[in-house]
C-alpha cells in the first residue's frame, strides 16, 4: 500500500503537510520573523543580567575549593577573575560551604 503525505487516513501522525516551495516559503519567512524577536529579547535579557547590581562577599568567608575550605579570596589565586559554576547562597544563611568555585584566567 502506497501512502500518500496529505492523506489523513494514510498519513503518518504528528508529521506537517507536504506542500509547493512557495507555501514552505511563506511559512518560513513567518517563523523567521517569530525567531529573530526571539533572539533579540534573548540578547537583551543577557544584557539586562550583565548589568545587574553587585553584592560585595567578604573575602574572608569559607568557601569550599577543590582541595576543601578556603577562604573565598584563595580562590582567585591572585587572579583578576573567578567563574563559579554553581552556587547556592541563601539570604540569612551561612555562607560556609555553600559554594564551590574554580580559579580562571581571562580566555582560559
Aim: glycine residues 8%; hydrophobic residues 35%; without cysteine.
Amino acid at each position: 500500500m502506497t501512502t500518500r503525505p496529505n492523506d489523513p487516513t494514510t498519513a503518518p501522525t504528528g508529521r506537517p503537510p507536504v506542500v509547493d516551495r512557495a507555501t514552505w516559503q511563506a511559512a518560513r519567512d513567518e517563523l523567521l520573523v517569530r525567531e529573530k524577536a526571539h533572539t533579540r529579547e534573548g540578547d537583551a535579557i543577557a544584557a539586562a543580567r550583565r548589568r545587574l547590581p553587585m553584592v560585595e562577599v567578604d573575602g574572608a568567608v569559607e568557601v569550599v575549593g577543590p582541595d576543601g575550605p578556603v577562604p573565598f579570596l584563595d580562590l582567585f589565586q591572585g587572579r583578576d577573575e573567578l567563574v563559579v559554576y554553581k552556587h547556592m547562597w541563601y539570604d540569612g544563611a551561612p555562607h560556609q560551604g555553600s559554594a564551590r568555585a574554580a580559579p580562571t584566567r581571562p580566555g582560559t
